[in-house]
């Protein structure tokens, strides 16, 4: 079972949410027993990150479509710990997928969630529920998924305050997982 991620790369109240990211691959597990598990997600920062580790340690695949060739990739990590995670977590992957062709690092984020979608099974959102913000954003994922009758495991989480890194809660209801089509 191919399962691709989305979602908000700065991320509050995390172990809420790494506990939602548990049961929504219970229940990707059950609704698809006796297939193996395989995460294909880009490694940004927050929920690709989130879910891709959750994936390693059940013991599942990864599959790591790059938007941009590694070296450029790694400029959007501003800390030398998140480039270390992403390296050690791309050392791990089953397989890295080449970056498509593209004019603009916009157009190439959204060509790979565009990639992400087109090759999952089942889509983890760790959203906000709201609008995109930019091009091939979460809510333009989630809602080609859904027009796809694909199963959406919607994880509730807060995104960032406009203009900063600070990421937002949604309170309790942060880590609320909702599932669609499944």
Request: aromatic share 4%; hydrophobic share 45%; net charge negative.
């Amino acid at each position: 079972m191919c399962l691709g991620v989305t979602g908000h790369r700065f991320l509050a109240e995390v172990e809420k949410l790494r506990a939602a990211v548990e049961r929504a691959l219970d229940e990707a597990a059950a609704a698809f027993p006796d297939r193996k598990l395989v995460v294909i997600s880009p490694l940004a920062e927050g929920a690709d990150r989130l879910v891709a580790q959750a994936g390693l340690a059940r013991g599942a695949g990864l599959i790591v479509p790059m938007p941009l060739p590694v070296a450029d990739y790694l400029t959007a990590f501003e800390t030398e710990a998140s480039k270390q995670e992403f390296r050690a977590l791309l050392a791990e992957a089953a397989e890295a997928i080449d970056p498509p062709e593209t004019e603009t690092r916009n157009e190439a984020y959204e060509r790979v969630g565009q990639y992400v979608l087109d090759q999952a099974d089942v889509m983890i959102a760790i959203w906000d529920g709201q609008p995109s913000q930019g091009e091939g954003g979460t809510a333009e994922i989630v809602e080609q998924a859904l027009e796809r009758n694909m199963p959406v495991l919607h994880i509730k989480a807060g995104n960032r305050r406009p203009g900063t890194t600070e990421p937002t809660t949604l309170g309790e209801e942060q880590g609320k997982v909702v599932a669609h089509n499944l």
